[in-house]
């Protein structure tokens, strides 16, 4: 009779403290989502952890990490939203659920630029999905483009085009214009870092004219001159150590400077050029 007692006082026990664990979490989770909703999203990501920490509930698991995933996109912490996402165990979820994190994924993998692995989020939805969601299928335009796949971009923008615009002036329109961003005149015109390097290696200041910058080419090709021409001066005159060090010395300098400042420039032409179509493409496309 003892140990009758002795297990119904255990059994009662164990459901007290369990209800009130439950009851606790609620509070935790109401707490969290109200933070939300007022967009207090650092707190609300803390509050969603607390969640986790005490939670054993695989379902309420899924929710709180996609929230507080959510939490660090809008606080623009891309790498920390994609490591909570990377959280959630993929090989339980529905076909609706897995959807939604894979597309959140390969969102915050391509604002965190992270070209390839977003890409490879979208392979794999691709490979469990039927169709893309429509906003992955921008996402895969936008991934293709910074990767400078402009062809294969420009025929995924004419799918898109195709599938979601049913007015056909409106879808004729719109397809000419892609076809007018993605021209061959449109394109970025793309500067060769190695050449820029190599002209200037035998011609400073040549490197600067070619990435667009005349008056600092030139500057830069008469400054050297006026170098090279002063070491000169100075060792027909016999002035050996002057001719070395104000001619030839500060020639190895500005040499070596030039060098480094084309690249540098042939570099920062580039990202200009190709974010300035980028962003043409993404403004359109996302008001389409």
């Known amino acids: 009779?003892?140990?009758?007692?002795?297990?119904?006082?255990?059994?009662?026990?164990?459901?007290?403290?369990?209800?009130?664990?439950?009851?606790?979490?609620?509070?935790?989770?109401?707490?969290?989502?109200?933070?939300?909703?007022?967009?207090?999203?650092?707190?609300?990501?803390?509050?969603?952890?607390?969640?986790?920490?005490?939670?054993?509930?695989?379902?309420?698991?899924?929710?709180?990490?996609?929230?507080?995933?959510?939490?660090y996109k809008q606080l623009n912490e891309f790498a920390k939203a994609c490591k909570t996402l990377e959280r959630i165990n993929l090989f339980r979820e529905n076909i609706d659920n897995y959807i939604d994190i894979k597309r959140e994924l390969s969102l915050c993998y391509y604002l965190d630029n992270k070209l390839q692995k977003a890409q490879m989020q979208i392979t794999q939805l691709k490979h469990k999905a039927k169709t893309l969601p429509k906003e992955?299928?921008?996402?895969?335009?936008?991934?293709?483009?910074?990767?400078?796949?402009?062809?294969?971009?420009?025929?995924?923008?004419?799918?898109?085009?195709?599938?979601?615009?049913?007015?056909?002036?409106?879808?004729?329109?719109?397809?000419?214009?892609?076809?007018?961003?993605?021209?061959?005149?449109?394109?970025?015109?793309?500067?060769?870092?190695?050449?820029?390097?190599?002209?200037?290696?035998?011609?400073?200041?040549?490197?600067?004219?070619?990435?667009?910058?005349?008056?600092?080419?030139?500057?830069?090709?008469?400054?050297?001159g006026a170098f090279l021409a002063l070491g000169i001066q100075q060792i027909f005159t016999k002035f050996y150590f002057t001719g070395y060090m104000a001619g030839f010395g500060v020639l190895h300098k500005t040499y070596t400077g030039n060098m480094a400042r084309t690249k540098q420039l042939a570099n920062k032409t580039n990202k200009v050029r190709h974010t300035s179509f980028n962003e043409a493409i993404i403004k359109y496309m996302l008001n389409l």
């Open 1 to 71: 009779m003892k140990w009758i007692k002795r297990y119904y006082l255990i059994y009662i026990f164990l459901c007290g403290t369990f209800s009130i664990s439950q009851a606790k979490n609620n509070q935790i989770l109401i707490k969290a989502d109200s933070l939300f909703s007022m967009e207090e999203y650092q707190s609300a990501a803390i509050e969603y952890e607390r969640f986790l920490y005490f939670s054993d509930t695989e379902q309420s698991n899924l929710n709180c990490l996609y929230k507080k995933a959510l939490c």
């Open 136 to 224: 992955t299928q921008l996402i895969e335009i936008f991934i293709l483009n910074e990767m400078k796949r402009w062809d294969t971009a420009h025929e995924k923008a004419r799918q898109y085009a195709n599938q979601y615009l049913k007015e056909e002036p409106y879808k004729n329109f719109a397809l000419k214009k892609i076809d007018s961003l993605y021209s061959k005149k449109n394109l970025p015109n793309l500067k060769s870092v190695e050449k820029a390097e190599n002209l200037s290696r035998f011609i400073p200041g040549a490197g600067q004219i070619y990435c667009g910058k005349i008056t600092e080419g030139s500057f830069t090709f008469l400054f050297n």
